[in-house]
């Protein structure tokens, strides 16, 4: 019924190597944004080549985002604007999941969020719930980076897969989650419910 991002326990998700061209000259943009507090790298970060063709090369490093002033950096890869009270509740939760990828002047240029679901007879897994890449830095791999970094969260997690829902006609993203490795399953129909907010009237 889902699409799961799921592989054999031992196999390596990231599958991503370290760059080893030399390091360029810094620019005065690379200097201030390097006097920028550290964020805390996820367990999954690394300098990677693009995926898939070798005539696709990024520098990137993905990182976790741990606090929601961060977020301002991405603002533009949400679909909608940022809302202070839902950051702060996501990032603080266990099992709530966002990566950023910046290049090498500390811009991010793609995003990844994901959620953990338990159930009881099935155990825990990965919901990839969004996807985002900025215009100039597509079709060079970050996608395919950030869903495999992801991934490599979930490993680490305990969860036995990951998931996704994908629009049968969005070409670009199932391009990117097959470049991933993701077992495709059989179509399904998502249904949905309107919530009014509590104490309001529908």
């Not at 080549?49 to 991405?74: D, K, N, S, W």
């Not at 953990?116 to 099935?122: F, G, R």
């Not at 060079?140 to 629009?167: I, S, T």
Request: proline share 7%; hydrophobic share 40%.
């Amino acid at each position: 019924m889902r699409n799961h991002f799921g592989r054999p326990a031992g196999d390596p998700l990231t599958g991503v190597a370290a760059t080893t061209s030399e390091p360029r000259a810094r620019s005065a943009a690379s200097e201030r944004r390097a006097a920028q507090p550290r964020r805390r790298p996820s367990a999954c970060s690394v300098w990677s080549p693009g995926f898939p063709a070798p005539g696709y090369r990024v520098r990137m490093r993905i990182e976790q985002v741990t606090a929601p002033e961060e977020l301002r950096l991405g603002a533009d890869l949400f679909d909608q604007p940022i809302q202070a009270a839902a950051s702060a509740r996501f990032l603080e939760r266990a099992g709530h999941h966002l990566l950023f990828a910046y290049d090498d002047d500390r811009g991010v240029i793609g995003m990844i969020s994901g959620v953990e679901t338990t159930h009881p007879d099935k155990g825990t897994e990965m919901f990839l719930y969004e996807l985002g890449v900025a215009p100039p830095a597509r079709r060079k791999g970050v996608a395919a980076a950030l869903v495999r970094a992801l991934a490599a969260v979930a490993q680490e997690r305990g969860c036995y897969a990951m998931w996704v829902a994908v629009d049968a006609d969005n070409d670009a993203a199932l391009a990117t989650y097959r470049r991933a490795g993701v077992n495709e399953e059989a179509v399904c129909v998502t249904l949905s419910w309107e919530l009014a907010p509590s104490g309001t009237t529908p």
